[in-house]
């Protein structure tokens, strides 16, 4: 049975930082590109970055938080991580691990859509509050 299962939230003060884990389990997703989305109270899910299986794991991340979040995996590439610093009030959201099947591609704008991630993890909050 396939599982991700996302760790590390809680509740950070504005400027703070979180590093969010994600667990993948009952497969090997060392050739399935994994990334974060989020959503906050009353709004959509959104993307918000995501690391390539291919040509040496590139990162897309949404402009939201360039210079502030950093998706990485391990080396067996069954953990997926985000390291969020600078952390603001409106960072606060669900955050979830999502990842696709193993080899499909997944390009360009397509990277933005959750519609391509075919497993997800239940989630974890995030809240940035002073």
């Known amino acids: 049975q396939v599982q991700l299962v996302e760790s590390g939230g809680g509740l950070v003060q504005p400027g703070g930082s979180l590093r969010l884990s994600c667990a993948a389990s009952?497969?090997?997703?060392?050739?399935?590109?994994m990334g974060w989305f989020r959503q906050a109270p009353g709004k959509e899910r959104e993307f918000v970055a995501v690391r390539i299986w291919s040509g040496g794991g590139n990162t897309v991340y949404t402009d939201s938080v360039k210079g502030r979040f950093t998706i990485s995996r391990d080396n067996a590439g069954n953990t997926l991580y985000l390291q969020m610093n600078n952390l603001r009030p409106e960072d606060t959201a669900v955050y979830y691990c999502?990842?696709?099947?193993?080899?499909?591609?997944?390009?360009?704008?397509?990277?933005?859509?959750?519609?391509?991630?075919?497993?997800w993890g239940q989630g974890t909050q995030v809240t940035v509050s002073s």
């Open positions: 009952g497969r090997s997703f060392t050739s399935s590109t």
């Open positions: 999502a990842a696709t099947v193993p080899l499909k591609a997944v390009l360009g704008t397509d990277l933005l859509n959750q519609d391509e991630y075919d497993y």
